[in-house]
């Protein structure tokens, strides 16, 4: 691994880094030196995900918690400061949905996706730039949002807008944290395999308990994906990894997808006979 992208002496946090994408971000981190609280919901995921780290040489410190609660998350970041003498990292990971025509979505189910997806951000980005700015050592913040931040989202239109919310705050921090050395960073998934979509939504990791898709579905989803697969948790976490390091030195504001091209495709499909296709099946080139 090249220097710049060591992490070796930093204190980073990741809120719902238990599971999925937050577990791997936290690892890359660990892998790259860093120390990692995982701030989790779920007590059994923060353990396992903790020791993982420590598997790889880093200090990790486990904290269960709700994103929801401000007071709880607050505390964490407090303490991460306290117990590691610093705070340079924090990756903003947590978050939620479920699918529900906007006419159908009461006002508490909206409220909780803004909670969840949205304050939950506001929240722990003002607590953390607060120990970076206070320390004069500069930081990184990576926010993970999701390519619904910058497309139509029908059925998931609360959670579609938490995520466009989040890219905007991404480039209004970016720019007002920017004299204190804080780079502030965004990475946009889209199909990847997690726990949570493969119906392990709660308790420990297990994939023995996943419900995975025929083969039919799975053809049906990689047509929908121009590098033909679903994404791994890993390269997420590859990604927030290049963000929180020294390699992207010159880069803050920047929204980085990492969906397979699903993005740059906007609604392009290959057909089963490999042809792309658009509106409902005119083809083009072979």
Same mark, same amino acid.
């Given at each position: ?134 320390? &004069? ?71 023995? %308990? ?11 989803? @990689? ?29 803050? &504001? ?6 397979? &091209? %699903? ?9 089963? @006979? ?11 080139? &072979?």
């Amino acid at each position: 691994m090249t220097d710049r992208l060591r992490l070796d002496g930093q204190a980073a946090l990741v809120t719902g880094g238990g599971g999925g994408i937050g577990r791997a971000i936290a690892l890359r981190l660990a892998e790259a030196g860093a120390d990692v609280t995982i701030f989790d919901i779920f007590p059994q995921r923060a353990e396992e995900a903790a020791a993982r780290v420590r598997e790889r040489g880093g200090h990790a410190l486990a904290i269960a918690g709700d994103v929801m609660d401000a007071d709880a998350l607050r505390t964490a970041i407090d303490t991460t400061a306290a117990q590691r003498g610093r705070l340079d990292i924090l990756v903003n990971n947590a978050g939620g949905v479920s699918a529900r025509r906007f006419l159908e979505q009461s006002e508490r189910s909206m409220r909780k996706h803004i909670d969840i997806n949205l304050m939950s951000m506001l929240v722990a980005t003002q607590a953390a730039a607060a120990h970076m700015v206070a320390a &004069g050592r500069g930081g990184s913040i990576v926010n993970v949002a999701s390519i619904e931040a910058s497309r139509a989202a029908p059925n998931f239109a609360v959670y579609a807008a938490c995520k466009a919310a989040m890219l905007s705050f991404t480039k209004s921090m970016a720019v007002e944290l920017s004299v204190h050395g804080i780079r502030v960073n965004c990475i946009a998934p889209d199909h990847t395999v997690t726990p949570g979509n493969q119906g392990n939504r709660a308790g420990p990791v297990d994939p023995s %308990t996943w419900k995975w898709h025929s083969d039919e579905e799975i053809d049906a989803m @990689n047509r929908l994906i121009p590098l033909g697969r679903e994404g791994i948790d890993m390269e997420c976490g590859d990604a927030a990894l290049f963000l929180a390091s020294g390699m992207s030195s010159y880069i803050t &504001g920047a929204l980085l997808p990492v969906d397979g &091209g %699903t993005g740059a495709a906007s609604g392009w499909v290959r057909g089963r @006979n490999g042809k792309w296709t658009l509106n409902e099946g005119l083809s083009f080139g &072979g």
